[in-house]
């Protein structure tokens, strides 16, 4: 009898657990597996082209390939029916090799109209460049490739196989991800800076003054994020509210570019993610006794030491865990920067959004954004370690 009640107690508590463990499967396991199986996955090239790969072992990489590779490859192209297949065979291999898109188109037809061509340069000179059979090679030779995974970072693989950097002005994700990490940095410190400040004034009021102060830092989450960045494309055009108040004040005497630029993405994005900053930081500051800074001082610390050497040190677990949050929510962010940042001023999940949407290279924008997770997940791990610290202090 005990035995069942265990056991009917043990079923109830994983049928209570049960629907949140199944929508953390669906809608945060599945995608994620589907985004890290998506940067390592290549499997077009080995479908489309079945048996070229075996045919290509033993090549030297240095000339064309024998006439029994190049036969394997033509009768290949010519057991393409589906023409889907072969296009995103042709975008597959032109992501590698430039000039694959009308090779390939031009191959095509010219295998299938001759079934007896051995060799492929007599349709076009550029079959004679071992470059484009080392993109088939690699491309058909297994379904999984860390291409992709080198490529967010700017690198590949030469000719012999080692990584190197890829050629200059072939792709900008390091620098995205560089400018990327910058912004969010920036916007971090910015929301510090104004965070801490207002956190403290918060804190050491009561009353109806305090829950305005929450409610004005409350306020933007409660507006959707699209309209607070419309808001502040407005107010930051050249003839916007702030300009117009400057220049009404006299402190300047003609518009300040604020948009299309990083000062108006920082400025955004610093103001969205201030909530984030506040209150983790306010949640300590309340926990902190009131006598504190008033012993300080009764023992002759001024106010600049008082707070250097007792509150700041109490509340940098607060500014720890605001940082880490502001700091995660910016490397994501797209909206914001593709409305007020310029062309230099996107970040790296507008390149994501590209190769999703734009290119329909999902493999790119699931190795891009295996990255980002990769950094969260360290920065995470960061944080849990001193944490843990503070925690054994």
Known sequence: MMRDSWIWKQARSFLLVAPLALFLVLFFVAPLATMMKSAVSDPVASRALPTVASALKGWDRASAPP????????????????DELFGDLVRRLNSAKSGFRTLMTKTRSAVTADESVSDLSAIDSRWSDPAFWIAIQDAASSPITDRNLLAAVDLTRDASGSIAN??????????????????AATVTICCILLGLPFAMVAASVTG??????????????????????????????????????????????????LIFNRVGVVIAMTHVLLPF?????????IGIPKNL?????????????????????????????????????????????????????????????????????????????????????????????????????
């Open 293 to 393: 800074m008033p012993a300080a001082a009764s023992l002759g610390a001024n106010p600049i030491r008082a707070f250097s050497r007792v509150l700041l040190p109490l509340s940098l677990r607060g500014v720890v865990s605001g940082s880490l949050l502001v700091f995660m929510s910016a490397l994501g962010y797209y909206i914001t920067p593709a409305l007020i940042g310029g062309a230099k001023d996107q970040m790296i999940s507008s390149v994501i959004a590209y190769y999703a949407t734009g290119a329909a290279n999902w493999g790119m924008a699931g190795a891009l954004g295996l990255v980002l997770l990769l950094a969260t997940i360290l920065l995470y791990v960061v944080y849990l370690r001193l944490s843990s610290e503070d925690a054994r202090a």
């Open 67 to 82: 006439a029994d590779a190049q036969k394997a490859f033509a009768a290949d192209i010519r057991g393409i029916r589906d």
């Open 166 to 183: 890829a050629p200059e002005g072939t792709s900008a994700n390091r620098d995205t991800l560089i400018r990327t990490l910058t912004t």
């Open 208 to 257: 109806w003054v305090r829950q305005l102060l929450l409610g004005a830092v409350l306020l933007p989450l409660w507006t959707s994020l699209l309209v607070r960045t419309a808001a502040w494309f407005i107010l930051l055009q050249d003839n916007g509210l702030i300009n117009a108040s400057l220049q009404a004040i006299g402190l300047t005497s003609s518009p300040i570019p």
């Open 277 to 285: 900053m506040v209150l983790p930081i306010f949640s300590v500051l």
